[in-house]
């Protein structure tokens, strides 16, 4: 769906637009869910010396702040999960990306769990499919993608360990 300049301002007036839509990153003409994956990469490549337990805080408060802001973004535009809405994108990546917290980051590992990541959110295996069809708002909108991120995160964690 594409924005009009009214509509944009309208998102971008509130705070919530800024963090739902990837602090801007949702409006790429081009693939906005991969944009916002590929955005969420620098902000946890800052966080990625945390303890365990502070990601998994952040991540929570973070999958919380991105229902509020969706929600606000499904108000404004009168549409269920528009495609400008990215924040689910940054909280599956976290998501996905926290095996990589137990060992070294290495850039081949954080492709890969980038690339998982947006495989399995594109696919939707089962449970992310009847969340992405049956559970409406901002709450199913971070919903697919967090389960999308378990996914990844998941098959990363045994690719390390094979």
């Known amino acids: 769906m594409k924005l009009d300049s009214a509509q944009r301002r309208a998102i971008l007036a509130h705070p919530a637009g800024w963090i739902a839509s990837g602090f801007g990153s949702g409006f790429s003409p081009f693939a906005s869910g991969t944009a916002g994956s590929a ?3 620098l902000p946890w490549w800052f966080m990625r010396e945390l303890p365990m337990a502070w990601m998994i805080g952040i991540i929570v408060v973070a ?3 991105g229902v ?3 929600n606000f973004v499904i108000g404004r535009l009168q549409i269920n999960d528009p495609g400008v809405i990215v924040w689910d994108e940054f909280v599956g990546q976290w998501i996905a990306l926290l095996p990589l917290l137990v060992w070294p980051a ?5 492709v890969a769990g980038f690339l998982l990541f947006r495989l399995f959110d594109i696919c939707k295996p089962w449970p992310c499919s ?6 409406k708002g901002g709450f199913g909108v ?5 389960l999308a991120g378990v996914y990844a995160g998941l ?5 390390q360990f094979s």
């Open 39 to 41: 955005a969420a990469l």
């Open 63 to 65: 999958f919380a702040l």
């Open 68 to 70: 509020w802001a969706s």
């Open 106 to 110: 290495h850039w081949q590992w954080i």
């Open 130 to 135: 009847w969340a992405d069809r049956s559970v």
């Open 142 to 146: 971070m919903l697919d993608d967090a």
């Open 155 to 159: 098959v990363l964690a045994a690719m």
